[in-house]
Structure formats: C-alpha cells, structure tokens
C-alpha cells in the first residue's frame, strides 16, 4: 500500500484566513475590557499598539524560521533545527511536552470565552456554561475530521465571518448618534512610558498579546502549505497588520460610543456597543457573530496544533501512535483526537481568567526565546545564503524580541511564572526517563 502523507494543498489566501481566525477569536472581545481596568482612561490603546508591535517583530523571527523550514510541527522542528545534538532533542521535546498541555489549554480558554458571550443570547448558570463549552470542543472535533482541503474551504467561510463582524463594527461607529470623545482625549494626553509601566503595561499586554496569538499557526501547518517559502512569511506579516489594524479600529469606535469607564465594567462590551446604537435585535445578532468567529478560532487552533505531536512521532520523538493518519483523510487523527479530548476536560475545570496569563507563562522561554536564539545559531552555523526569507536589521528583531518577551514573562505574575517553570522542568525530568528508557532498549 502507498505510504499516506501531507498533502500541500493550502495557498495564500486560505493560510493567511486560517491565521487570522486563529488570531481574532473570542480573545478581543472578552479582554477589552480588562485592558481598559488595568489602563484607566485613553492609555488603554498603547497595549493593544505594544502587543502589535510585539507580534510583528517576532513574526520576522517566525517568518525566517518558518520559509527555511516548512513542515508540519512548526516550532519542534525549529527548534530542533537550531540546537546541535541533545539540546536540540531536550528543546524539541520540551515544546512537544508543553503542548500537550497549553495547546488544550488555547482550545479551552476559547471555548469558555465562547460559553461567557453564549450567555447573552441565552441566560445559563455556571454549570450549563461548562456544558455549552465542552459541546463546543466536540463539534470541532467533527469539523476537522476530514481531508486538508476540504479544511481550507471551511476556513474561508469561518473568516467571513471574522470580516462581517469587524466590518459591522466599524459601520456602527458612524451610525451612532453620539461620540464621546475618546480620540480627543487621546490624542491630547500627555504620553509619559514611566508613567505607562507604572499603571500596568505589562499585565494589559498580556492580554492584548493573548489576542494576537496564532499568527504563527501556519508554521505549524508548514508540510501543507503551497510554496511554502514565500507563502508562510507573506501570510503571516499580511496577517499581523490587518488584525493589528482592525483591533486599534474595534477599540477606539467602542469607546467612541461607550464611555470607557463604562466599558471597562461590560462583560459583553460588543454585545452592548452594537445594542446602544441599533437596540437588543441587532445586538443579539451581532453575539452569534462574536460566537462565529470564537468557534472559526478554536477551529484553527485544533488544526494547527494537532501537527505538532504528529511531527514529533514521525520524527521518533514521540509515542509513535501520534505518527498515524487517517488512511483515506490524510490527517493525524491520534494527535488530533488526544488533544481534543485533553480540552474537553480542561474546558470543564478552569476559568478564563486563570488560563490567558498561564498560557502565555508556559511557552515564552521555550518557544518564543529559545527560537530567537534559534535564529542566531543557524545563521552562524549555516550562513544566510540557504534562507527564502531574511529578516530586515538582522540581529535587531532578535534582541528586541528576546528582551520583550522577558517582560511578559515577568509580567504574567508570579504565580504563573512558577507554574510555567515547573511545567518545564517536569518536560526535562520526563525527556531524561524517555532517553534512559531508550538506551535500556537499545
């Protein structure tokens, strides 16, 4: 029997639609408010600036290292890639290892976010919001067990979604009656960054940078990806700015129509701006399109993870059951249905409050730094001569990314950082039981 693998099926339009899905989800529309908490008055919008910058500096790094390297599992591969011998296998691992966990933790952190809005369109207690959630992961299950391309035309229906909404969104700024003033304010207070870091920049970009993750996701997606050296960069950076566009857009037309203070406090803050101006039918509308796009992200979300674990097995890293697909889908469905399940659960337990800043605590020294550095040890060990994609200002996205995320990781809490620690040395302690284990067996 022919040997099944990937097919690359997917071009640019569908990648960059599968990225910005995977961005926008129910992430925006549920910390608008706490960023506004953290950042009283006009100096909210810096976050939501400083979490595109971010995005877009580390998108270069993701870029380079995902055109050089296009297959599916995006950051395993990266990572061992970059690192000689067995730091390259304890990095690779590592990042295998925390996804098991915070990949499930993104699928249930949506999923929730998605039963918090449900509850506007249908009053349900705290327990029926954990079934509205659960029920949420299992449909997705279904949806994304089938053939890639069929996928690609499911994303591209769930981003219209994406774009009616925003589209919605800015129509109804024009449509209000009233303006509070907002840009006016803005614009006339004075900026001061000591000031801006006092009042707690860092905790709002937490979760402003929790909404632009997954503009990588087509890195994991990388082995069914068309032309994967120009189409994984361009889809990527075309996605930062249009969602960083339509993010500072969303916010300032809210608060051009709800007075910030009262924003801040909005468990439905879209629900209630679109409701302001065009009354309760129109705002029930507008809900089932914030439930569209949240599930459009998780869907996105399921998929590109679900590559990860695949990546890892076929490469031998791994329990050699996540290698396996679907012998007429071409899918991991193994990877797919453990992760799946692994967010069923988490879905019912936590809160989301408690899952944005851990999700982020979890993966910044692995994933985000040890790929900056990453970049480095490949250019000195291979040159820059094999790259599709080079970075502009090479070594200065490098440092400025490596130094920010420091400050997020800082910034999650001290809880979280703790947590995120033990996760990675509980993914040490395991690597160094597989690599015993194997050496007994060999």
């Keep these: 029997m022919a040997e099944v693998t990937l097919k690359r099926d997917l071009g640019l339009l569908q990648s960059t639609a599968i990225n910005m899905i995977d961005m926008v989800g129910i992430g925006p529309f549920i910390v608008l408010p706490l960023v506004i908490q953290y950042l009283k008055g006009p100096y909210f919008l810096y976050a939501w600036i400083a979490g595109a910058l971010i995005s877009l500096v580390d998108g270069l790094i993701w870029s380079e290292l995902g055109s050089a390297y296009p297959a599916a599992g995006g950051s395993y591969n990266f990572l061992r890639e970059a690192y000689p011998g067995k730091a390259g296998k304890l990095m690779s691992f590592l990042f295998v290892w925390q996804t098991l966990i915070q990949a499930p933790l993104v699928a249930a952190s949506g999923a929730i976010g998605f039963a918090q809005y449900f509850a506007y369109l249908v009053p349900v207690n705290e327990w029926q919001k954990k079934i509205v959630s659960a029920m949420v992961i299992v449909l997705l299950t279904i949806l994304l067990y089938r053939k890639i391309n069929s996928i690609g035309k499911i994303g591209l229906l769930l981003w219209s979604g994406v774009l009616l909404m925003f589209t919605w969104i800015f129509v109804g700024y024009f449509s209000a009656q009233h303006h509070t003033g907002f840009m006016h304010e803005f614009v006339n207070t004075d900026f001061n960054f000591s000031q801006l870091i006092a009042a707690g920049l ?32 361009q889809s990527m950076l075309i996605s930062i700015v249009l969602i960083a566009g339509l993010y500072l857009l969303m916010n300032i037309c809210v608060a051009e129509v709800i007075p910030w203070q009262q924003a801040a406090q909005s468990e439905f803050v879209i629900s209630t701006y679109i409701e302001s101006i065009y009354g309760t039918a129109a705002a029930n509308a507008a809900t089932v399109l914030v439930l569209w796009i949240a599930f459009a992200s998780l869907f996105a979300v399921l998929l590109g993870y679900s590559r990860v674990p695949y990546a890892a097995a076929v490469d031998g890293q791994f329990f050699s059951a996540f290698a396996k697909l679907h012998p007429t889908k071409n899918f991991p469905y193994v990877s797919l249905l453990t992760l799946a399940g692994a967010a069923f659960i988490m879905s019912m337990l936590f809160k989301l409050t408690q899952v944005i800043s851990a999700i982020l605590a979890m993966r910044i020294i692995v994933q985000f730094i040890g790929q900056a550095f990453g970049v480095v040890l490949l250019r000195k060990r291979h040159g820059r001569s094999h790259l599709v994609f080079r970075m502009p200002l090479y070594p200065l996205p490098v440092i400025i990314a490596i130094t920010v995320w420091l400050w997020i990781f800082v910034s999650t809490g001290k809880e979280f950082v703790i947590s995120g620690c033990i996760v990675m040395l509980g993914g040490v302690i395991a690597f160094a039981i597989k690599e015993m284990l194997n050496r007994k067996n060999a």
Excluded at 207 to 233: A, D
Aim: proline fraction near 6%; charged fraction near 10%.
């Design 202 to 233: 860092g905790m709002a970009t937490v979760k402003t940078i929790y909404s632009y993750l997954g503009y990588y996701n087509v890195c994991h997606l990388g082995g069914e990806i068309k032309n994967p050296g120009k189409v994984i960069p």
